[in-house]
């Protein structure tokens, strides 16, 4: 039976998993929840056997997940793309927290009642901050850990292009993050997906977001 992966349907939390089983080429069913609709969240939320009840999840066989990180890592390990060495699986959870840490933060912004009013502080000041730290460990390499491609470039992925959506000139000065972003998706798997039905480019976000959420 092929695993069962449960998201709202929006790219969220959910669209950088979704993306990877689509690059590892696992065979997955997805089950797609839409708000104040059905098929519904609630319904299902404690009849599923998850230890912590939450989307997304992910069933497989036996093995019953939440929370995104922790799916990323499972779908990773199993595929092997959580680093080969010891020192190389302790920057992959490095990084993983980074890109987890600069997707929260633009949807603290998306979500927060005075939008309006802090947007300017965040595409002046903070987006910059972690765009420059993250355009200056990249480099010249061709994925964050070098030449091997490892979960946290898919987090990545999903950050630059949901700030992307907010702001289209925002890595207008990171020319490195730009080639990153078109080498990602030019990734022949990623390419078939993007251009699949299956693929969702929006809503970003819950209908309740100030932005991205049409």
């Not at 689509?22 to 065979?27: A, F, L, P, R, V």
Request: charged share 25%.
């Amino acid at each position: 039976m092929a695993p069962l992966l449960g998201y709202w349907k929006l790219r969220g939390l959910g669209q950088y998993i979704r993306t990877l089983l689509e690059y590892t080429g696992t065979k997955y069913e997805e089950k797609l929840y839409i708000f104040d609709s059905e098929p519904s969240w609630p319904d299902d939320k404690f009849n599923l056997g998850l230890d912590f009840p939450n989307l997304p999840y992910y069933i497989d066989g036996n093995v019953k997940l939440t929370q995104s990180v922790a799916i990323m890592y499972y779908i990773g390990r199993k595929n092997n793309m959580i680093g080969k060495t010891d020192e190389e699986k302790m920057y992959v959870d490095m990084l993983v927290n980074q890109a987890i840490d600069m997707r929260m933060r633009y949807a603290y912004l998306v979500y927060d009642p005075a939008y309006e009013e802090k947007k300017p502080k965040y595409l002046n000041e903070d987006l910059p901050k972690t765009l420059k730290m993250l355009s200056d460990y990249l480099g010249d390499k061709t994925w964050v850990l070098g030449d091997q491609i490892t979960i946290p470039d898919f987090i990545f992925h999903e950050v630059l292009f949901v700030n992307l959506d907010l702001d289209e000139s925002c890595l207008d000065n990171y020319k490195n993050l730009q080639a990153y972003i078109k080498r990602f998706e030019e990734l022949p798997a990623i390419k078939k997906y993007q251009a699949s039905p299956r693929f969702i480019k929006s809503p970003i976000n819950a209908p309740f977001a100030k932005i991205g959420n049409k």
